[in-house]
T-cell receptor, first 114, second 110 residues
Framework: DTGVSQDPRHKITKRGQNVTFRCDPISEHNRLYWYRQTLGQGPEFLTYFQNEAQLEKSRLLSDRFSAERPKGSFSTLEIQRTEQGDSAMYLC????????????FGQGTRLTVV | SQQGEEDPQALSIQEGENATMNCSYKTSINNLQWYRQNSGRGLVHLILIRSNEREKHSGRLRVTLDTSKKSSSLLITASRAADTASYFCATTSGYSTLTFGKGTMLLVSP
């Protein structure tokens, strides 16, 4: 296993379009997280899955954002009707079932909304 | 919202010097972690210190935690140009959701 994988690495889209990102976590990790990071800032939490259950969602996650993890393995993050303010790096991370262990991050998907 | 706040925001040193970054946080935590991020890349986990630990070492890294002051420090000894990156502290409490600070940008010049 080579770590957390995110696809695509870069996405340029026109305002108003929908986009979907995929995250494949480390295989034995049941916890999966999505974060968003804008230039010069630290990552901001978006949502958290334990297996297929979405246990926590940030208030940052507007109705235009939805995340799924249908079989407790890979996850998708969809943004509908994109806005320029959605331009950011979207980071996925996973961690083992043991509480309080480190999270491993993917390389991120850089979204640019034009 | 971001719980942690790193200090300084930016740090510029010469190779071979030590770099110290500080992190302050607001609420009680389970553990505190430090991550490194090279420009435009994902985050790399460096070290985790639990709330009942006071100091931890990993190679050239030394982390301290003072829960009474709600603060932590990361010391990188004998820095190298390859250490140039942004460094973030992140805390966990309750669920293991990480809350990050804004980071310290470290520049190590040859």
């Amino acid at each position: 296993d080579t770590g957390v994988s995110q696809d695509p690495r870069h996405k340029i889209t026109k305002r108003g379009q929908n986009v979907t990102f995929r995250c494949d976590p480390i295989s034995e990790h049941n916890r999966l997280y999505w974060y968003r990071q804008t230039l010069g800032q630290g990552p901001e939490f978006l949502t958290y899955f334990q297996n297929e259950a979405q246990l926590e969602k940030s208030r940052l996650l507007s109705d235009r954002f939805s995340a799924e993890r249908p079989k407790g393995s890979f996850s998708t993050l969809e943004i509908q009707r994109t806005e320029q303010g959605d331009s950011a790096m979207y980071l996925c991370a996973s961690s083992s079932p043991v509480v309080g262990t480190e999270a491993f991050f993917g390389q991120g998907t850089r979204l640019t909304v034009v | 919202s971001q719980q942690g706040e790193e200090d300084p925001q930016a740090l510029s040193i010469q190779e071979g010097e030590n770099a110290t970054m500080n992190c302050s946080y607001k609420t009680s935590i389970n553990n505190l972690q430090w991550y490194r991020q090279n420009s435009g890349r994902g985050l790399v986990h460096l070290i985790l210190i639990r709330s009942n630990e006071r100091e931890k070492h990993s190679g050239r890294l030394r982390v301290t935690l003072d829960t009474s002051k709600k603060s932590s420090s990361l010391l990188i000894t004998a820095s190298r140009a390859a250490d140039t990156a942004s460094y973030f502290c992140a805390t966990t409490s309750g669920y293991s959701t990480l809350t990050f600070g804004k980071g310290t940008m470290l520049l190590v010049s040859p």
